[in-house]
């Protein structure tokens, strides 16, 4: 009886709906740490097992499907990769500026703390760039280690070029590799339920959102600007490119990959999420391959709208005078920036002092609104990572159709 049932029961699992079981999740999270917050804690080690699986897996992922990708790419086929970058770039500027609009129009000001910081602040935007070009020549073997996306998308080119003139039978196994990886990865996210679980139970009953309440108007700032990028602006660039209704595919990348993205917090964790999606949206597996994990290090629209508003909230509170092409200057410093905050220890809310440099703010008055953007950063950085990493699919799918049209 329990044999024939068992397999029942698993089956029926991996073919149910993943977003209602991450739903089912998120409720059962929410009651266990308000009813045991202990076991909750405890729980903790469910979401951490699925963090840290979709973490080791993804580096993986990538260097075998890209390397597989272009050494099996032909001649005559069409690769949509620019206009990703396109929309990338223009996507991140746009969010900058709506940062800079909503902080002039809900001016936020900050009770500044104190906090010991152990990491150090980039010093200018030419630190950030450098950082991020000498990772990409990063020794291959450590990339893959340390996660250092760039230059495993590096190496992973080199490689995949380098094969191309490799043997039928090469390139044959080399795709039945990625193949394989791609099922792996099935069956890690088929895990996402029980972690987000974990992540929530362990979330809520560690920290509660107590602390978050003397932040509420700042939070309202961050998220709303960001709700408006997914909502209003990246729609309409979609729209341009495309011709069609955005918004049944903005919906369907929000719930099947900005879900996860806000639970697991980090862009580098849901590769394997976009790249499931992107598989099953039936988009050019040439490009996705490549534009996923280079838009998890470069497609960074919420990590500039946090660096501008928290910069802005900064200047509020010291009273310093503003132009707007002041701020504008601060939209596009905040939109570089954040293109290059994977390479920074600490992402985006370190680099919040280069971005107060330009209004001459102290750097120890900076590193006090880094530690407000810590102690927000439950809501915070989940809605970022939510944000950037639901993009990436979005703009991939767009440019794709647009192509095909």
């Not at 032909?74 to 223009?90: H, M």
Request: glycine share 8%; aromatic share 8%; net charge neutral.
């Amino acid at each position: 009886m329990t044999s024939n049932l068992t397999p029942s029961l698993f089956q029926r699992y991996m073919k149910g709906s993943l977003v209602l079981q991450i739903i089912i999740g998120v409720v059962c999270g929410i009651a266990l740490a308000y009813a045991l917050p202990s076991a909750a804690q405890s729980a903790g080690l469910l979401g951490g097992f699925f963090v840290k699986a979709l973490k080791a897996i993804a580096p993986v992922l990538v260097f075998i499907l890209v390397m597989a990708s272009i050494a099996n790419h032909k001649q005559n086929e069409q690769t949509f990769i620019r206009p990703v970058l396109v929309l990338y770039g223009a996507g991140t500027l746009i969010a900058a500026f709506v940062a800079v609009l909503f902080s002039y129009a809900f001016p936020t000001q900050l009770d500044l703390v104190t906090a010991d910081l152990s990491r150090s602040a980039p010093q200018g935007i030419a630190e950030v760039l450098h950082t991020l070009f000498f990772n990409m020549v990063d020794n291959p073997v450590n990339a893959l280690v340390k996660g250092n996306y760039i230059g495993i998308l590096t190496w992973a080119v080199c490689f995949g070029i380098g094969l191309r003139h490799a043997s039928e039978m090469t390139k044959e196994l080399l795709q039945n590799l990625a193949d394989s990886v791609t099922t792996v990865v099935g069956f890690v996210i088929r895990l996402a339920p029980f972690g987000v679980f974990g992540l929530v139970a362990n979330t809520i009953a560690t920290t509660g959102f107590s602390a978050l309440l003397g932040y509420s108007h700042l939070l309202l700032v961050l998220i709303g600007s960001m709700l408006f990028i997914a909502l209003v602006t990246n729609p309409l660039l979609v729209f341009l490119s495309t011709r069609q209704n955005p918004y049944p595919l903005v919906f369907q990348c929000l719930k099947e990959s900005g879900v996860t993205a806000f639970f697991t917090r980090s862009s580098a964790a849901n590769i394997p999420v976009n790249m499931d999606l992107c598989k099953r949206l039936e988009l050019d597996e040439d490009t996705y391959s490549v534009s996923i994990p280079l838009g998890a290090t470069i497609n960074m629209a919420g990590a500039a709208i946090t660096i501008t508003v928290l910069t802005l909230a900064a200047v509020n509170t010291l009273g310093i005078p503003v132009d707007f092409a002041t701020a504008i200057l601060l939209s596009v410093i905040a939109a570089v920036s954040a293109c290059g905050s994977s390479g920074v220890a600490g992402g985006s809310l370190l680099l919040i002092p280069l971005a107060c440099s330009l209004f001459n703010i102290p750097n120890d008055v900076a590193m006090q609104v880094v530690a407000v953007g810590f102690i927000i950063g439950v809501l915070q950085d989940s809605a970022e990572t939510a944000l950037n990493s639901s993009t990436d699919v979005l703009f991939t799918a767009a440019a794709c159709r647009a192509a095909q049209r």
